[in-house]
Structures are given as structure tokens and as C-alpha cells.
């Protein structure tokens, strides 16, 4: 079944050699660099409705982006010509889209119904056997089971962290509450010291991420984990130690009898529907971890078959190609108004910029154009008084991306639900108002600090309510979005080889750290790193 790497390299036509893109450049050039939103609107009372798009559990308003019906036409053929539809199509069927890795990407196995994808056995077994594991955590949770547990540590990086920790902060109203849940990334013993010295060995359990379990952070924290468990008289490692990996052997080695597998066609950055999301699982439990996967299946239906004129995917996609290609924007801000969303942003990092922050195509030839611009963002409407006077009054433009929420994904619990349901409002006029600032701005010609040029794009998306099945798909969406801008820009979304230098150095600089190591005044060494150091190592 998997389609021949040559077929996928073949297909990809750079964009900007396409009719699409010349078309598009004239485009900007009459109408583009200076369209002025606040007229758009004049001129077309009904342009809400035409440019604001329902895709499943997430309506996408795109009214308030620096586009008319001109543009997302030659966008749509942009897309056609640059075979996005048969590039999709053959990342859905099991091809080799992975180019540089000659591997498959199939997230969205992951997530199909039983029998409706590649690979239906092995993942339906995997999850089968990942969420009755889940339950009986969440029985020995409520004491239903012997053991009892009350924590669980995820150890892992990328990947590994960023999508299992946003979605248990984004989903912890329905989180077991009788489990706490920590997340420990980072290689500096801060991060894991701070979560040990609020556990205890008995009641926790440890969840060892890593798809490769060679990845230095995770295995020192692992490593030191262990140590620690033992030291403080833990016993039965077995039973306190989970792994997610596709490396069993070496989790075995560890000293890992329970490990959950999965594949080397789930990239890191896509694979919190797969044993990864083992921590997810445990904290919102089986029935809500299949919610998840079918809102994200419900993203991906909608992906397959929507024509590019209304797929919301794919629309967010190639508008993010006119900012980034024909506006010269070299960022987006990404502002959910949420607090529960507050580790979005990051998890959107990794998936953008370790996707499509590539210089060369497919085939390594490189690019003479911009690809990845880089996102950022925090909740409303702390952002407000941190950076949104830059994005109303500073010299570049940033399109934001608004996120809200209908329903707040606040319990009423200690709070009273006026006292909620007030507060939400707040939030949601906070969010309306800040798009409608950007956008309108307010002309002070007396007072120039006091002037909002206005004309400022953003995207608004809004949800019903923060729940596994809308947060399965929002976070499909931007997966497929991102798919479709890399497959314009005709780069390999899918590897990550720009993170291998900085390990090869890292290893190199160890040793020459540890104490009573050589002076650091190597021949090899730039003066710079040697200076450095010295100043770090010096007695
Ligand atoms: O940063 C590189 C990377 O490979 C990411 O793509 C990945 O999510 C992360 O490291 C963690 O990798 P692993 O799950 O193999 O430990």
C-alpha cells in the first residue's frame, strides 16, 4: 500500500514558480499592501458571513485577516497547484511523506475508527490496552484497587511533554482529583527536584515519555527518578515506573516491564494520540481519551473531503502563506483566552516551527523564500498587559490569533457560578475587544503616542466549551494547517534534523565540564565557548 518516495517527491511543484503564486504577487501589488480592512467591511456588509467558516466543534471567523475573496481564490489555486489535495491525501493513505526519514505519517491513524486506517490492529491494541491500564491507575487513585497512588509524573520532552502537559492543564476540570500531575522536561535537576520534594515513593507513578528513550533529558530524569524512588525506600520499580516508547528494548533495559508502544510513523510532535498521551489517558480516563480522538477524527474527515475554498484547515494554512510570503510578516501571536489553554502556545511552537522552520525543500534544495514564521503567545488577558501595546503600536505587524471560549472551562466549585459565569464575560469582551482595537484602531492626530494605526489582522476561532472532543479537534486543525503550509513551501514537515547539531556539540562540551577536566583552552573550541568556560568551570 505505502506510495513510492520517488511518486511524493515528484508530485510537489515549487510555489513560487506556480501561475498561482504570479497571480498572487500582482494581487498584493494592486490590492494587497494597501487593503484596509475598515473598508472591507463598508464595501461588504455581508463579509462576516463569507469569510467565517464552521469546521467540526471549532467555528474559525478569518473576517478581520488582510484578504478578500480575490486572494483566498488564488490561495485555493495555489493549493491546487501545488498538489496539497494529493499530498494529503497521500499522507492519509500510508505514503512516505516523511521524506528525508523515508518514513509514513500517520497521526491520523491514531485516531480512526477500527478498520478505517493503516495500521488499525496494532493501534487499536496499543490503545485497547493504554486505557485499561489508565482506569486501573484511576482505580488505585480512588482506592478501589490496591496501592494507592496520588501522584503522577510525566518524564519527558518535545513531544513527550508539551502535548500530554497542555492537554491536562486544558482538561483539568474533568482530571481525576485525586491525582496530582506533574511534568518534568528540562535536564536541569530544578525541574524534577521541585516535583520529588512534593511526592511520595508509594503513592507515585512515574510515566517515562520518550519515542526514541535515548533522549539525554528524559533518560537523566528517568535515571535519577529511579535512584531517587529507590533511595527513599521505594520498592517494586515495576510497579511505579510506565514507559510510552517505541524503543521496548531499551525500556526494558531500564527496568520497564510495562511499557506502551507505538510507531516510527507518529512524529514527537503528533503523537499525544498515541501511548504518549498514556499521562492524558490517566487523567481524564478512557471514555474522555476516545473523545479526544474522535474530535480529532472529526478534524481530520473535514480535512479530507472539504473542498480548499471552505476547508478551515487549510484555509488557516495558506493565509499563513500570504502574511508570511507576500506581507513579509515574520510572526503570529497566538492569544487564547483561556487559562486552561495557558500551555497552547508552547505546544504550538514545537508543532510549527520544528515542522516548517526548514531552509531547504524536500529534496534539499533550498528556498529563496520565508517558511516559518514564529509563534508565540500567553492567555488572555495577561498578554494584554505585557506585549499588546507592541501589537497595537509597534513598528511590525503581527497577526493574532484569538481563541474563545462560549462556555467557560471553569468548575464552580470554591467560586460561586455568578461569580464564574461574570467573570467569563469579562474575558470574552476583553478577547472581542482586542481584535476589534487591531483592527480599527483610533486616529489621534494631536497626540501620536495616543494613535492605534488599526488595519491589523487576526483570526478568531471560538469554541462552545474546552472539552476532549473540541480540544481533539482544534488541536487537528492546527496540525493540518501547519501540513498545509509546509506542503506549499514543499518542505519535509515531518523531520527534525535541526536539533542534531546542538546534541552532537552538548556531548562534545561535557566532559570538558566535569570537574578536574583539561583546561578548557582547546585548540578546537571557539574563544568564545572556551572563555565561557572557564568563566563557568573556575573554581
Ligand atoms: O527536539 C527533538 C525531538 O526529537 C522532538 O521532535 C521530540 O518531540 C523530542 O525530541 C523528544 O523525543 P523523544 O520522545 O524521543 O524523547
Redesign the pocket.
Known amino acids: 500500500m505505502p506510495i513510492s518516495l520517488a511518486n511524493t517527491l515528484s508530485a510537489s511543484t515549487r510555489c513560487d514558480r506556480t501561475a498561482a503564486w504570479a497571480a498572487l504577487a500582482g494581487h498584493f501589488e494592486a490590492h494587497g499592501r494597501a487593503f484596509d480592512l475598515r473598508e472591507a467591511f463598508a464595501r461588504d456588509p455581508r463579509r462576516f458571513e463569507t469569510m467565517s467558516f464552521d469546521a467540526p466543534e471549532v467555528f474559525a471567523d478569518l473576517s478581520k485577516n488582510l484578504v478578500d475573496a480575490a486572494t483566498l481564490r488564488f490561495l485555493a489555486d495555489l493549493a491546487r497547484e501545488c498538489g496539497v489535495e494529493a499530498r494529503r491525501d497521500a499522507m492519509l493513505a500510508g505514503a512516505r511523506v516523511n521524506d528525508t526519514e523515508g518514513r509514513a505519517v500517520l497521526h491520523t491513524a491514531l485516531r480512526a475508527p477500527r478498520g478505517s486506517a493503516p495500521f488499525s490492529d496494532d493501534v487499536h491494541a496499543v490503545l485497547d490496552a493504554m486505557l485499561a491500564f489508565a482506569e486501573g491507575v484511576r482505580a488505585r487513585a480512588d482506592g478501589a484497587a490496591p496501592g494507592r497512588l496520588r501522584h503522577v509524573v510525566n518524564i519527558?520532552?518535545?513531544?513527550?511533554d508539551l502535548g500530554p502537559q497542555m492537554a491536562v492543564r486544558a482538561l483539568a476540570d474533568v482530571a481525576h482529583p485525586g491525582l496530582s500531575f506533574d511534568f518534568v522536561a528540562n535536564v536541569d535537576g530544578a525541574d524534577l527536584a521541585s516535583v520529588l520534594a512534593r511526592v511520595a515513593p508509594a503513592a507515585t507513578l512515574f510515566v517515562v515519555?520518550?519515542?526514541?528513550?535515548?533522549?539525554q533529558e528524559?533518560m537523566t530524569n528517568a535515571e535519577t527518578a529511579r535512584a531517587w524512588f529507590l533511595a527513599q525506600g521505594g520498592t517494586r520499580i515495576e510497579e511505579h515506573f510506565v514507559a510510552a516508547t517505541s524503543n521496548v528494548e531499551a525500556a526494558a533495559r531500564f527496568g520497564i516491564t510495562r511499557t506502551f508502544g507505538f510507531w516510527d510513523w507518529v512524529?514527537?510532535?503528533y503523537?499525544l494520540w498515541s501511548a504518549?498521551g498514556l499521562t492524558i489517558a490517566i487523567a481524564i480516563g478512557a471514555g474522555r481519551f476516545r473523545e479526544l480522538l474522535a474530535g480529532a477524527r472529526a478534524m481530520d474527515e473535514h480535512f479530507a473531503s472539504a473542498p480548499v475554498e471552505r476547508n478551515v484547515p487549510m484555509l488557516l494554512g495558506l493565509v499563513d502563506v500570504w502574511y508570511r510570503n507576500f506581507h513579509g510578516f515574520a510572526s503570529r501571536c497566538i492569544a487564547p483566552y483561556s487559562q486552561a489553554l495557558q500551555r497552547l502556545p508552547a505546544f504550538l511552537q514545537?508543532l510549527e516551527m520544528?515542522s516548517n522552520g526548514k531552509r531547504v525543500d524536500r529534496s534539499g534544495a533550498a528556498l529563496p523564500f520565508a517558511t516559518s514564521p514564529v509563534v508565540w503567545g500567553e492567555p488572555g488577558t495577561n498578554a494584554q498587559h505585557a506585549y499588546f501595546q507592541m501589537l497595537h503600536q509597534g513598528s511590525d505587524v503581527v497577526p493574532v490569533e484569538f481563541i474563545l471560549l462560549k462556555r467557560s472551562s471553569a468548575t464552580a466549585g470554591a467560586v460561586a457560578p455568578e461569580a464564574v459565569a461574570r467573570q467569563h464575560r469579562m474575558l470574552l469582551a476583553n478577547g472581542l475587544a482586542q481584535s476589534q482595537a487591531l483592527m480599527q484602531g483610533r486616529a489621534s492626530a494631536s497626540e501620536p503616542h495616543r494613535d492605534f494605526p488599526g488595519n491589523r489582522p487576526s483570526t478568531t476561532l471560538v469554541l462552545d466549551a474546552l472539552a476532549p472532543r473540541s480540544l481533539g479537534a482544534l488541536l487537528a486543525l492546527y496540525e493540518h494547517r501547519v501540513f498545509t503550509s509546509g506542503a506549499i513551501w514543499g518542505i519535509d514537515s515531518f523531520d527534525?534534523w535541526g536539533?542534531e547539531l546542538g546534541k552532537t556539540l552538548g556531548a562534545q562540551l561535557l566532559p570538558l565540564l566535569q570537574p578536574g577536566a583539561a583546561d578548557a583552552t582547546r585548540a578546537d573550541l571557539d574563544p568564545s565557548t572556551a572563555g565561557l568556560m572557564r568563566r563557568l568551570s573556575a573554581e
Do not use: D, L, M, P
Open positions: 519527558g520532552i518535545g513531544g513527550s515519555a520518550s519515542k526514541t528513550f535515548t533522549t528524559t512524529g514527537g510532535r503523537s504518549i514545537q520544528e527534525q536539533v
